[in-house]
């Protein structure tokens, strides 16, 4: 049975969240990434999640949350990207359990990302599997957010999308547990906070105002 390709992640705030026009020192992020077995949300499944709290201008590493999942479904044809074969070291769980887990570390925070509206729609596949109820959590993307951080100039012509390997070259990010998803939420996370004062600096930032532009 296949549910049509749907964006449920928005920009409006969650009911329990405070008003947008609060101080972003005050919000909680979670940053989160995942691997896949491939690009195809209707074929493809996660093969693993990572994700770190994020708030003050601090990740909380300690707090880090790394699942793995075990699979059914495996395209071999992907493991040398992210380096996950059927059967590793890690500790597999089955979906359900790994997204009740995630659900429950992220509560009601901000999602962070990159490119994070394909990680969510393969979340939001799985949520729906298992008859969970859906996130209703708002959304940044890093690549939006780091577009709007550059200046209007003839000289600079902007691309309409950056890799996460840009970003890190651009903020002097080391890459070396790149393609793992805790690895490449780390980097994330360094680059949000990055972005985070590169906007600031330009002018008063509100969650509200973030919000809008980086979803």
Known sequence: MKEPVSRLWNASLPGRNPSGSRDISAVEFVVLDTETTGLDPDRDRILSIGAL?????RIRVREALEIY???EHFDHRSAPIHGILRQGAHPRIPEKEALEKLQEYIGDAIIVGHHIHFDMEMIRRGFWRHSLPLLNNPVLDTSTLYRRTLLK???LQKKESYSLDELARKFDLSCRDRHTALGDAYITAMAFLKILTRLEAKKELTLKKLLRIGS
Do not use: F, K, N, Y
């Open 53 to 57: 709290r994020l708030a003050g201008g």
């Open 69 to 71: 999942i075990g699979q």
């Open 153 to 155: 100039t003839p000289l």
